[in-house]
């Protein structure tokens, strides 16, 4: 268990987006479930690569692919909680990028959650790895670490 | 089909809440999957109980059992849209209430979707119906219709 | 509320399917949410389109719509039990088809919980209304009520 | 990324369930959205925990909360395929036990999909960590591997 070691802080990400919580998503003991913490990854890379690297994800030739995700969970959340989502870019290949992803209880200084996450970029058609499209490639590129 | 008839308005509801959409909304088709419209009814109605009538749901011992439900589907939603909630009380019996909801996109004046959900109130430890509370039954005579 | 009348049994349906319940199911009470019942009303349907109807969701230029649905619900459901489901066809127009659908515990006569469900059929590429393909309309007639 | 070391093989788990999938699994590119295989670890470790370790969720006063979790996806899935899940036990401590799942298409012999889980046992009153109880360490055993 690498729980130990302290979690992120807001200063680890470089883009954040709001999430409002469901009642379905509180699980029989009243927690947000865990599984729910990569719906959240998921909406927070989705939207940042639609509103900010012109992803149409309905016509798009390009996709990206789970490869890997991870998260290790440091404190419950529950709705009817906002939560905050901090996303960065943690490396950048040719056709792959792994994220770096916080889940904040409202404006939390500490996350609360934190993983990851890996694409790989392949043609729609045929699931074969495609150099990520310049539009993309730049908007990623600015959610680099310094 | 009843969606000859023309869809409510914002007039129509007493209460409004925000409801960020996320990526697994969207189903095959690049729409809001039409089961979820149900979940966005359990939370604005939830997210009401709790914050203006005192409801906790992990510690009550009367809980709101779903008994109905409607939904008629007018105009698609997709994700990353934002989604608007409405609600309003139609009917108050003495252990039940009928609400009406409303589902609009972002704020558009006319609903995407719109229905009811009943609930029964009932003792959480044997299920049968017993009366509304009085602080809960005080926020829900608020949102009847004039 | 209509959940006076008598819960349908088997006897109304005319194909069936299992589905197996998750462990995220269950809301904070214990029972399988209210809003999931729609999602086991689209897997019986999806899956006998696929499986008798030679329905292919990924390239067909016809999709259905969903235009209303509707759920009684009068016995709670519970992970990890498995729940049949029962669907028959109650109408079946030029483009649209209202489907009837009962939700089993496991094999159980009497229904823990009923609906429908309206679809109708559209250009995917327009949403316009259009007719029922052929192979579609044979699988579904052979639903109908007798 | 560590997708090019070899998918598990069925020998590396001890017990196997099968989940059916539904129409929602399936994302806007036709495959079940990542999110949901950790759904399918939840739903196989609770169900073992359930049938075998006499878990009663509703009850109990120890509960397991999840730590961490990690997957790798190897081969897409989709609906309406069955899929079966395999578990084992790769650590068992005082108060937490590391779980490795692996997710199977049908009866394939390698994984679509692998990852692991962590449950840290608590006092559902407190969150403290509290040994596993006897009967649930006793199946837990019985997992792990040899």
């Given at each position: 268990m690498k729980n130990n070691d302290s979690a992120p802080t807001r200063d680890h990400y470089s883009y954040f987006s709001t999430i409002s919580t469901r009642w379905t998503d509180n699980d029989v003991y009243g927690h947000v479930n865990n599984a729910l913490y990569y719906n959240f990854f998921d909406t927070v890379i989705a939207g940042y690569l639609v509103s900010e690297g012109?992803?149409?994800?309905?016509?798009?030739?390009?996709?990206?692919?789970?490869?890997?995700?991870?998260?290790?969970?440091?404190?419950?959340?529950?709705?009817?909680?906002?939560?905050?989502?901090?996303?960065?870019?943690?490396?950048?290949?040719?056709?792959?990028?792994?994220?770096?992803?916080?889940?904040?209880?409202?404006?939390?200084?500490?996350?609360?959650?934190?993983g990851y996450f890996v694409h790989v970029f392949v043609l729609r058609a045929t699931n074969k790895p495609t150099p990520i499209p310049d539009r993309l490639r730049a908007a990623l590129e600015r959610l680099r670490a310094p």
């Open positions: 012109g992803f149409e994800f309905a016509t798009t030739d390009v996709i990206g692919l789970a490869v890997e995700s991870n998260c290790r969970y440091r404190r419950p959340l529950a709705f009817p909680q906002d939560i905050q989502m901090g996303l960065r870019v943690a490396h950048l290949g040719k056709s792959s990028v792994r994220y770096e992803v916080g889940v904040f209880a409202g404006d939390d200084h500490q996350a609360a959650a934190d």
